[in-house]
């Protein structure tokens, strides 16, 4: 910054001095149209499951799932995500349930689509929810397979807007993935669903509590950094996004959230696309666990949002979606 005056000439305090003032220099804004709701979805009936490493995250039993839209409709949140809680005697080493037209996520789009237009379904495309491996994809010679997993991921994406949703997320890090989606789903008249890549997702130590929720967890017995990126790098980082740019991706999405804020901003500043962060579950639990005075815990929940806009995100996937919404209101 050049001639910038200096004091006593300049008081930056002046502009802060009254609230109507504050709110005239205010650089970004948040509302509810900034977030995305995911939720965690199972079989059963009248379940309202309490996720012991998330609290106040459930896992719902379909029946319940249309309440949880309608309060998302009236908040005005833009769009969920649905992450189904797989039963462990559905998994198997392909993940054979992603493609099952009836499985969990299946059936919630259906449901949901037939009565409720005006909300935003984004569905993961990956196969840790189906693996009894707990890996993203297929497992060939002790290695993930990039190739042939992407076979798998080509055909549930097309399952998934076959049913309704509206945004394909592919979170599984496979190099490719997203050429070979766009490509599938343009071929079946799908030339307007939307894919949201999860270009830049970190081998990160904040996942634990989702592994808990969709129960991959347990079997998961080792970790995910041959495809999920190191914690060190931020070159890479742009050749993903630059590449998922190249391959037809709508929007990509930066993963976790807080400790990642350097990243979205290079990435804004260096695609002028739109990019989205998700708070992830290790996030959602430490700010949820370490403070106990609950009318403080929102002022950090926004603070913690606010600081996503101002790194340049577009929208940001938090767990605190619905529960934050009153006092964005
Ligand atoms: C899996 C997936 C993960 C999350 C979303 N999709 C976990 C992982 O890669 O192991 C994590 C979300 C969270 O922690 O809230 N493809």
Redesign the pocket.
């Known amino acids: 910054m050049k001639n910038i005056a200096s004091y006593p000439s300049t008081r930056l305090r002046r502009n802060r001095k009254n609230d109507w003032s504050r709110r005239l220099v205010q650089e970004n804004n948040l509302s509810t149209n900034d977030l995305i709701w995911?939720i965690f979805i199972r079989e059963g009936k009248n379940i309202i499951e309490p996720i012991k490493s998330m609290p106040g995250v459930f896992r719902y039993s379909l029946d319940k799932v249309e309440k949880l839209v309608e309060k998302s409709l009236a908040n005005k949140i833009p769009m969920i995500a649905l992450?189904p809680s797989t039963d462990e005697s559905k998994k198997d080493l392909k993940g054979s349930e992603a493609l099952n037209k009836n499985n969990l996520v299946c059936k919630a789009l259906r449901l949901i689509k037939r009565n409720y237009k005006d909300i935003g379904l984004m569905c993961?495309v990956?196969l840790?929810p189906y693996t009894s491996h707990g890996h993203?994809g297929v497992i060939k010679n002790n290695y993930v397979d990039n190739d042939e997993t992407i076979k798998i991921l080509v055909k549930q994406s097309l399952l998934q807007a076959e049913m309704g949703c509206d945004v394909i997320a592919p979170?599984?890090m496979m190099d490719g993935r997203v050429g070979a989606i766009r490509k599938s789903l343009d071929k079946n008249n799908f030339k307007l669903v939307q894919i949201l890549s999860?270009a830049v997702?970190y081998a990160s130590n904040?996942?634990g509590?989702?592994?808990d929720a969709i129960g991959?967890k347990k079997s998961l017995k080792s970790d995910?950094k041959n495809y999920?990126m190191s914690f060190f790098n931020t070159d890479e980082a742009l050749r993903e996004v630059s590449l998922d740019i190249k391959e037809g991706a709508d929007f990509v999405m930066v993963?976790?959230g807080m400790p990642y804020l350097d990243i979205i901003s290079k990435i804004k500043e260096n695609f002028k696309i739109p990019v989205f962060a998700?708070q992830?579950?290790?996030e959602?639990s430490i700010i949820k666990n370490g403070i106990n005075d609950n009318l403080f815990t929102k002022d950090i929940i926004i603070e913690t949002l606010a600081s996503f806009k101002r790194s340049g995100a577009s929208a940001i996937v938090t767990?605190f979606a619905n529960e934050i919404a009153k006092e964005l209101k």
């Open positions: 995911p992450f993961d990956a840790d993203d979170s599984d999860y997702k904040f996942y509590p989702f592994r991959s995910k999920q993963k976790p998700y992830v579950s290790g959602y767990y």
